[in-house]
Structure formats: C-alpha cells, structure tokens
C-alpha cells in the first residue's frame, strides 16, 4: 500500500499516479449513460456533419445548391416565330460529371397542379415537410442507414439535381460509405437550400423536377402527366395523382414492351395499383381525404395511355384481371428534344454559358419541323419504313444557312431516349448528289449546260465505270442531259481534268474523304451529312454564298436582357453567274421529259393555290444501295434527304429505291411559306432554247473555295 501526502492510500502501486481527489472509477449511472450517450450523438454528429461538407464541397454542390433555382430552370426554346419548341434542360454543364440524361421539362407554378397531387405527394413523400428545416430529424437514422428512404423532399430534390452522377446515385457504384457521403451531403445542404428560397419554392421545384426515369426519360409534373394521362397538371383526379405518386419508388416499372409476357406486365400493373392504393390509405389516415373520397378514387378504373387495362369487381374491391401495352400509343417529344444537344454545342461555341441563358429563339420555323418529323419518324410520303432502314433530313433558309427544320430516324427510342442527329452528325457517301459541285466547278472554268460529251464505256484509271441503268446511250450528251440523266460516264469524263478543284470545293463544304474510297471524287465517294448537303445546294440560288449552317437566332439571359451571338457571315463559294447555271441545271432533272424527277413537278392545285415553286433537285444511290439519297432547292429553301442503313451494312429494300423516296419527301418544300418566288439571272447570263448559258464571249471565275467549313 502507498500512502499519500494527504493520507490517502491507494489499493496498487500506479507508476503514473492519478488525481488523489479520485479514488476509484466512478459507478455507471443513469445520468453517466445519458451524458456519454449525448457526448456520442454530438460526435457522430460532428463527424456527419464534417463529412457532408466534405463531400458537398469536392463536388462543386455549395455552389451549386445556393443557386439551385438557375440550376433547374431550362431554357425555354422558340422557333422563328415565337412558338414555343419546348426547354432544354442543364444537367450536363460546365462539364459536371452527371449521368442522367438532359430531359425535356416545362415548370409550372404551383396554382397550376391539381391540389389532390400536391397533397398526395407531401402525404407519401415528406408529411413534415412545411414544419421542418429541410431535415427531418426523426426520419433521420433511417435515411442514414437505408441511403433511400426517410428522405426528405428538399433532400431528394438534391439528389436528383446537384448531387446526381457523384457518390451512389446514378454512378452504378453503392458502398455504405458514398451512401453515408451522399446522405450527409443531403443533411448539410437542405438547410442551406431552404434558408435560401423557403419551403414554397423549394416544393415547386421539386414537384417540377421529379424524376420519373422510366416514363421516356421525363421529369416533372407537366410531362409526367401528359405522357401518363394525356392531361394537364390541374386536370389530375385524385385517383390518377395517387397512381403517379405511387410510381415514384421504382417509376420504371410502368414501362412495358409488346413482347413482355402477360403475365408479367399484369404483375407490374398490379403492384402500380398497390401503390396507389397505399396513397390513397396515406391520404386517409392523415385526414386530407374523406372515406367517400377515398372509395370513389378506388372505384376509378386507371388507364394509362402506355396500358391497356381490363377490371373485374366494384367499387374499392375493384382488381386488374389482365394488362398490356397499348398497342395504338404514341409519345412523341418536344420538337426541341431531338436538338438539344446541337443547341447546346452550338452555345458553347459562341462563348454563352447555356446556364447563363434564359430563352432562345431558333431559326426553326415549328410547322415545317413538325411535318419534317412525321415524315422522317412516322410513315413518310410511300408508307413506314422496314426495320433497319434510317432515314434523316434538314432543310435550311438559303438567306444566311439558318436551319428551318432538321429530323432523324436513326437515333435511340423517341420514348425514352434523346436520340442521335444522324440528320446533322451521320457521314455517309453522297453518291450522284455531288455532281451539280462537279459541274459548277467544271462551269467555272468555260464549261457550259451545252457542252457535249459522249456516254459511252469509260474508264476512272483500270475501273470500268458504268451508268445506274447499266447501258449507255452512245451519242454525244449535254451536261445538262447528262446530270437530268444521272450519267456517271459524263460525270467521271468532266471531273478527270478538274479532280483538284473539286476536291478543294468539297472540303471547303464540309465533305470528308474516305480514305478507303479509290473511286472518282465525281462519283460521290465523299461522306457528308444531310444537314451539310443542303447547305452546299444552298448556294446555288443565293448568288454562289456559302454560309454556314446555324440553329440560334437570338438568345436572351435569366432576365430577358438580349445576349450576343456571333454574325453569321456568308463567303463566296461560286461566281453568280455559275450558281444560277447550276441551278436550272437541277430544274432540268424536274422539268425535261427525260429527268429522273418529273414527279417533283407542280400539281394542278399547287398550280392553282400559287404553290408551283421553281424546284430543282437531283438524286444520288450508292453502287450498293445502302444509301439513298435527293436534294433540292428552291428560290429560299434548300433540302437533302438521306434514307439507308444507319450502319452502313444492310442494303436498302428495292421498293424504296426504285420509287426514288428520298426524292418524294422533297414535296415539302413546295408547301412551305415563301417570300422569295423566283432567282434573278446575274447579268453574264442569258437564254439559249430554254437553257441557262454565259452570254457569248463571257467566261464566269469561280473564286477560291473559303475554309474548309466546320464538322
């Protein structure tokens, strides 16, 4: 035993003597439990909270989050006239590594959403919600644990905005730690979010931003209700509120395909009106609803417009017998959905921050897209398209190349996916549609429409070349005859002495050579774009300009102050004197008794109704037939059409050739509006037999091709 100055004995010998004060470890008692346990939740709340702002601060979600509302709003899109296109969404800007996909959505304030959905919403999702700071504190531990549920609304507005593509959500990892990481992000930035714009606005953004990822890739009330019911977001019944809601958990469950088995898309069906029956009970017990409410809901038969439904019984004790998808469904997407990505890079390259812009105008004109899209992606003019064949299409304004309408066929699911612009971004050979090029070069260096060459066998080096007909005509041809002919003899025969020149003219265009090609340049073995080819036809009837296609008419800011784009400037790619001979060249292919397009000419009606536009075109089919190709122009619009295998591998069906398809859909562009009626012959020019010729002893130049246009 030691004893201690103080008299104190201790009961061993301690080689770091403690207090004397202490004799031994205090007992545990109730208030020690409480204390430590107290001293345990304020560390692990420290360490949470230490951790979110950790991981709120290495994502960029400070900032973000404390401008949350410039964050969800979307552009609101216009065509030319002021018609709105429909919004284009942010949620891959500024280079933020987010998985979800840019959605097309439109806000609407809260006075237009039916009450019954606001009220279901709050009941299932967050019934604390107007009371609490963003965090509900008693839901807490089990958001913590589970990563999902428990959360509150402000907290799954997060998620789904700021916080999507890091830590679990959306990044196809899941470990407890990013669940932690996301979840205490969640706890640190609710409160900010809701001192910043209060619960009002956070509910309307929430409620205008839930991810209903299953139901073709839309969010927010507005679509989600269309694209379900077919209905605006006031016009939502109780029972139709209660079935979206209850979609929330698992929203990709209400898709099903033609081939999903019955008896596992009766099974989903089955559980969607689980859920909205649990809504409805939710309602209930929380007394937003009254009994006789909640059974005539019940008693509701649902059918969405993606489902068929049969019901048996009466009443609340109604069931689903049988379920199915709808065969006649149709979802088709705003216009603006198909461009966004275009819209989008075509601001960043005139150094606008797409989050800085509050609407666009475009220079889409909304009726010629719509009818441009219903030809591309329903049946077209000669029916639907067979499986594996694509089709895209672009006209553009010849008055400075603004885009007046662009449609793909070839991209993902319209329901459910944003799809790829094969109509601006696709490159395939453009087979004859590059001779008219071949011939205003050849027009620029003497040659004219009545310049004559034999059709007969010819060669390009050791390769035969031979015409789409398979026989030749053996006589002397014009130009004009040959190209309203389609006669690659000819072609190839012009373009021997001028392969340079045209070389340069179809890189400066946007062509793209394909190295694997040996074939003659005048053949079409360059690849272009449907978009990039109707900008070169442009040319033809705009006094020779090149100018370089664009979607953005004007753009304004978050608060409607004008933004500056760059001009749009055009550069001489023919003398005047050319285009305009290369442009009745292309009437010929429509006008002459022996063009390949005399189906292009003006009806009795059109006639009649002032719509007999001069039109000229010309067609062009890869030796394979894997493409199908037409382009036109007429005094103020210029269009190309491509139709084929999207892969470059199938050939297409025979039908679609031999009826020249991709020509007929050029019918549209009779139809459309035109302030410019007809193209005014430059002086140099004049009238041989009805043909367009270079006055005698005048010899038009073409300049030099500018740079080489951008892809």
Not at 144 to 162: H, R
């Amino acid at each position: 035993m030691t004893r201690t100055s103080l008299g104190f004995r201790w009961p061993w010998r301690n080689r770091w003597p403690r207090t004397p004060f202490v004799r031994q470890p205090a007992p545990w008692t109730l208030r020690r439990v409480l204390r430590a346990a107290l001293a345990g939740v304020g560390g692990l709340t420290l360490a949470t909270m230490l951790l979110g702002i950790a991981g709120a601060a290495s994502t960029g979600a400070f900032t973000r989050a404390w401008n949350l509302r410039t964050e969800l709003l979307p552009i609101a899109v216009q065509d030319r006239g002021g018609a709105p296109l429909g919004v284009i969404d942010h949620c891959r800007e500024g280079g933020i590594p987010n998985a979800v996909p840019c959605r097309e959505s439109l806000s609407v304030p809260l006075s237009a959403i039916s009450r019954q959905f606001l009220l279901a919403y709050v009941a299932k999702e967050d019934v604390r919600f107007f009371t609490h700071p963003g965090v509900d504190l008693g839901r807490l531990p089990g958001a913590l644990l589970s990563g999902a549920g428990g959360s509150t609304i402000t907290q799954q507005l997060l998620k789904n905005s700021v916080l999507a593509g890091h830590f679990d959500y959306d990044t196809g990892r899941r470990n407890p730690l990013l669940v932690l990481t996301r979840k205490a992000s969640e706890l640190v930035l609710a409160p900010l979010v809701t001192l910043k714009y209060g619960r009002g606005a956070v509910f309307a953004m929430s409620v205008n931003s839930l991810p209903w990822l299953g139901i073709g890739q839309r969010k927010g009330i507005y679509d989600a209700s269309r694209t379900v019911f077919g209905v605006e977001p006031a016009d939502l019944t109780l029972a139709q509120s209660c079935f979206l809601v209850g979609l929330l958990p698992s929203p990709g469950k209400y898709l099903v395909a033609n081939d999903t088995p019955p008896e596992l898309a009766t099974a989903r069906f089955r559980w969607m009106r689980q859920q909205q029956l649990l809504t409805l009970r939710i309602l209930r017990d929380h007394s937003l609803i009254t009994a006789g409410e909640l059974a005539a809901a019940a008693a509701e038969p649902i059918q969405p417009r993606l489902w068929r439904v049969e019901y048996a019984g009466d009443g609340a004790e109604q069931r689903v017998v049988s379920a199915s998808r709808n065969p006649a469904y149709r979802n088709q997407p705003e216009p603006v959905w198909a461009l966004q990505s275009l819209v989008r890079r075509e601001l960043l390259s005139s150094g606008l921050d797409p989050r800085r812009v509050g609407r666009l105008v475009l220079t889409i004109d909304g009726v010629a897209q719509a009818a441009l899209t219903q030809r591309v992606t329903g049946e077209g003019v000669t029916g639907p398209r067979p499986a594996g064949v694509g089709e895209g299409a672009a006209i553009v304004d010849v008055r400075g190349g603004g885009v007046v309408a662009l449609a793909s066929s070839t991209g993902g699911d319209l329901s459910s996916e944003m799809g790829r612009q094969w109509a601006a971004t696709g490159l395939r050979p453009v087979a004859s549609t590059v001779k008219p090029l071949l011939y205003s070069v050849a027009f620029g260096q003497g040659l004219t429409q009545l310049s004559r060459f034999w059709d007969r066998p010819t060669s390009y080096g050791p390769q035969p070349i031979r015409n789409n007909s398979g026989t030749f005509l053996e006589r002397r041809v014009t130009i004009r005859e040959a190209n309203a002919r389609s006669l690659n003899t000819v072609a190839v025969q012009v373009g021997l002495e001028r392969e340079a020149g045209l070389r340069r003219v179809l890189a400066s265009v946007g062509y793209r050579e394909d190295p694997g090609n040996r074939a003659s340049p005048a053949l079409g073995t360059y690849r272009a774009a449907p978009l990039t080819v109707a900008n070169a036809y442009a040319s033809f009837v705009n006094g020779g300009q090149l100018c370089r296609p664009h979607l953005i008419a004007e753009a304004y800011d978050l608060t409607g102050r004008p933004l500056p784009l760059p001009v749009h400037t055009c550069e001489p790619l023919w003398n005047p004197g050319v285009a305009y001979q290369t442009f009745d060249l292309l009437r010929s292919a429509v006008s002459e008794d022996y063009g390949h397009l005399h189906f292009l000419r003006p009806s009795f009606m059109q006639r009649l109704l002032g719509r007999d536009r001069p039109l000229g075109a010309k067609s062009g089919t890869t030796d394979d037939i894997r493409d199908t190709w037409c382009a036109g122009v007429t005094p103020q619009y210029a269009m190309s059409v491509w139709i084929g295998d999207p892969n470059g591998v199938a050939s297409v069906p025979t039908g679609i050739y031999r009826e020249q398809t991709a020509c007929r859909e050029l019918g549209i562009l009779r139809e459309l509006p035109h302030e410019l009626r007809s193209v005014s012959a430059p002086a140099g020019i004049t009238e041989a037999s009805g043909v367009a010729v270079p006055l005698p002893g005048e010899t038009f130049t073409n300049p030099s091709p500018p740079g080489r246009a951008a892809p």
